[in-house]
């Protein structure tokens, strides 16, 4: 008896034995595939992560690259503006620092031989008031004694250097005004200043 009870309880021992480590392969096996399927969730995440992380970085290049593009064509477009308003301003100082009363008396003296036609009458000039006193003192009467035609100067507040002629009573004009012959002059130069800046 003492062995069948032997027996018995190695029998208990051994299926217990058993099915506890049945039972711990189990639990390991669940727990195995649990961790199976963090890690492959884990990898898919990251991959996500790194795929988006990857986009964004691509996005914000491809941005960055196209605002610093918009920079600098805004800037060229800035500096060509600059230098071409630097290029107007320069052109019509040169021009009314070229005019003084002697060169405007010969450019209304050569306006008068090319332009005046043959009528005998006034011909009106229009120029700044500062201007219009210098010539009336030394040229005026020059000038009409060797053109044979009444000249008539005018101040006119919208000419800065310069002159405007009429010879039809102002009908028409022809305008030699600092601002006119700098627009001129500018216009020859631009293009090509243009081209440079490109």
């Given at each position: 008896m003492?062995?069948?009870l032997k027996a018995l309880l190695d029998k208990i021992q051994k299926e217990g034995v058993e099915a506890v480590q049945k039972t711990a392969r189990e639990i390991e096996a669940r727990a195995q595939k649990q961790a199976d399927e963090i890690v492959a969730r884990a990898?898919?995440?990251?991959?996500?992560?790194?795929?988006?992380?990857?986009?964004?970085?691509?996005?914000?290049?491809?941005?960055?690259?196209?605002?610093?593009?918009?920079?600098?064509r805004d800037l060229v477009l800035s500096l060509k503006k600059q230098i071409l308003a630097t290029l107007d301003r320069v052109a019509v100082l040169d021009v009314r620092q070229a005019l003084g009363p002697q060169e405007l008396a010969g450019l209304v003296k050569l306006a008068v031989q090319q332009y005046g036609g043959q009528d005998a009458g006034p011909v009106t000039v229009s120029l700044q008031d500062g201007d219009r006193q210098k010539l009336q003192q030394g040229f005026l009467a020059k000038l009409k004694d060797e053109l044979k035609r009444d000249i008539v100067l005018k101040a006119a507040d919208e000419v800065s250097g310069g002159f405007i002629i009429s010879f039809d009573a102002g009908k028409s004009h022809f305008d030699f005004s600092d601002k006119a012959l700098a627009a001129y002059l500018s216009g020859l130069v631009r293009p090509k200043l243009a081209e440079l800046l490109k």
């Open positions: 003492a062995q069948e990898r898919s995440d990251a991959k996500k992560f790194m795929d988006d992380a990857r986009e964004k970085v691509r996005q914000e290049k491809e941005s960055s690259e196209a605002a610093l593009k918009q920079a600098g």
